[in-house]
């Protein structure tokens, strides 16, 4: 009962808060304005009016924007030390790139009411190895921490394995259609090596297929190799359709996993996005042939409020898991996540 009780609470919570980030952006914007407006009649030089109104929109004492600059600095400072070994000549210390995603979220469903996500990728690109090695942190194996980025449609349809991992990025080749890299690094205390292989072709502007192949070797688990084929419909240019298939095999179990993937992506505005999905996870074995582990309904809204830098999620969802006997499994995710960038 008390599980019960702090979900509803936690809810009412976030709602009342997301809420609000979205009535203060809009209030923001027309506050903005409104003194835009002042600034104009009383300052003619058009120099100043801009560095007046950028002075009082963006505040450095805020300490959402002190934490998110002192994560920001922090990052590029260890870049900029790392690439520092790479320097030929040390009075000409070039500038490296830097980003980090952190994400937290609240998956509490029917059967359990206590998941809690977490997620973090730090990336670090050296440009004293001409910005084709990057250093990567993450707790994700795949290169992406979310499907429903506003930037860009990419849903992230792969088997990942939830652990640390700390590896060293080599691009070999990357065309506009076409990417090749490797990658050697430790996860879950394993030391692996990954190539993988990604091909894009797109005609009529309207079509896309994607072609991702990866081969990978763990010193622990042994050989594997894993397949991704997509093919995307673009409606127009804020709604898309995408169907997905991937497929994993490893020498660490028997058989293959699989997973089909159905969406809808919609782009609503520069501040929000949202995607319907429909997800069925399954395995193939010699001895039992294949069969379906999960399917999965969700809606996933996401949207941009309070800082340029944070995101929020909200994704209602049914489960029907072939550990559960395929009951109606209903549950929501409340994520919050920030971007934290320099170069």
Same mark, same amino acid.
């Given at each position: 009962?008390?599980?019960?009780?702090?979900?509803?609470?936690?809810?009412?919570?976030?709602?009342?808060?997301?809420?609000? =980030?979205?009535?203060?952006?809009?209030?923001?914007?027309?506050?903005?304005?409104?003194?835009?407006?002042?600034?104009?009649?009383?300052?003619?030089?058009?120099?100043?009016?801009?560095? =007046?109104?950028?002075?009082?929109?963006?505040?450095?004492?805020?300490?959402?924007?002190?934490?998110?600059?002192?994560?920001?600095?922090?990052?590029?400072?260890?870049?900029?030390?790392?690439?520092?070994?790479?320097?030929? %000549?040390?009075?000409?210390?070039?500038?490296?790139?830097?980003?980090?995603?952190?994400?937290?979220?609240?998956?509490?469903?029917?059967? $359990?009411?206590?998941?809690?996500e977490t997620r973090f990728r730090v990336k670090l690109t050296l440009p004293n190895l001409q910005n084709r090695v990057d250093v990567?942190?993450?707790? $994700?194996?795949?290169?992406?921490?979310?499907?429903l980025p506003l930037e860009a449609f990419d849903s992230k349809q792969v088997f990942t394995q939830e652990s640390f991992s700390a590896?060293?990025?080599?691009?070999? %080749?990357?065309?506009?259609?076409?990417?090749?890299?490797?990658?050697?690094?430790?996860?879950?205390?394993?030391?692996?090596?990954?190539?993988?292989?990604?091909?894009?072709?797109?005609?009529?502007?309207?079509?896309?297929?994607?072609?991702?192949?990866?081969?990978?070797?763990?010193?622990?688990?042994?050989?594997?190799?894993?397949?991704?084929?997509?093919? $995307?419909?673009?409606?127009?240019?804020?709604?898309?359709?995408?169907? %997905?298939?991937?497929?994993?095999?490893?020498?660490?179990?028997?058989?293959?996993?699989?997973?089909?993937?159905?969406?809808?992506?919609?782009?609503?505005?520069?501040?929000? =996005?949202?995607?319907?999905?429909?997800?069925?996870?399954?395995?193939?074995?010699?001895?039992?042939?294949?069969?379906?582990?999960?399917?999965?309904?969700?809606?996933?809204?996401?949207?941009?409020?309070?800082?340029?830098?944070?995101?929020?999620?909200?994704?209602?969802?049914?489960?029907?898991?072939?550990?559960?006997?395929?009951?109606? %499994?209903?549950?929501?995710?409340?994520?919050?996540?920030?971007?934290f960038q320099k170069k």
């Amino acid at each position: 009962m008390s599980s019960v009780l702090h979900f509803f609470i936690f809810l009412l919570l976030f709602f009342t808060f997301t809420t609000q =980030a979205q009535s203060s952006l809009s209030s923001a914007q027309t506050k903005q304005k409104i003194e835009q407006k002042k600034i104009e009649a009383i300052l003619p030089n058009p120099s100043v009016k801009n560095k =007046a109104l950028f002075s009082q929109n963006n505040s450095e004492d805020d300490w959402a924007n002190i934490i998110h600059k002192q994560i920001s600095d922090s990052v590029y400072q260890s870049a900029f030390w790392f690439d520092s070994f790479f320097s030929v %000549n040390d009075h000409e210390q070039k500038v490296p790139k830097t980003s980090a995603r952190i994400r937290l979220g609240w998956l509490p469903k029917r059967t $359990d009411f206590s998941a809690i996500e977490t997620r973090f990728r730090v990336k670090l690109t050296l440009p004293n190895l001409q910005n084709r090695v990057d250093v990567i942190f993450s707790d $994700d194996s795949d290169d992406t921490l979310t499907d429903l980025p506003l930037e860009a449609f990419d849903s992230k349809q792969v088997f990942t394995q939830e652990s640390f991992s700390a590896a060293l990025r080599y691009i070999n %080749n990357k065309d506009e259609d076409k990417y090749t890299d490797s990658r050697i690094g430790f996860s879950a205390g394993d030391l692996f090596v990954r190539l993988r292989h990604k091909r894009r072709f797109t005609w009529n502007d309207i079509h896309g297929v994607k072609i991702e192949p990866a081969l990978y070797y763990f010193i622990g688990d042994g050989l594997g190799a894993r397949l991704l084929l997509e093919y $995307d419909y673009q409606i127009n240019h804020s709604n898309q359709y995408r169907i %997905n298939y991937s497929i994993r095999a490893s020498e660490s179990f028997k058989g293959q996993k699989w997973k089909y993937g159905l969406y809808y992506l919609m782009q609503l505005g520069n501040q929000k =996005a949202a995607v319907f999905g429909l997800v069925t996870h399954g395995k193939h074995d010699s001895d039992k042939g294949s069969f379906i582990d999960k399917y999965t309904l969700s809606y996933r809204y996401r949207f941009n409020a309070l800082k340029r830098w944070l995101f929020f999620e909200v994704e209602p969802f049914v489960e029907w898991a072939k550990e559960d006997g395929f009951s109606t %499994n209903p549950g929501i995710a409340l994520r919050v996540e920030g971007y934290f960038q320099k170069k």
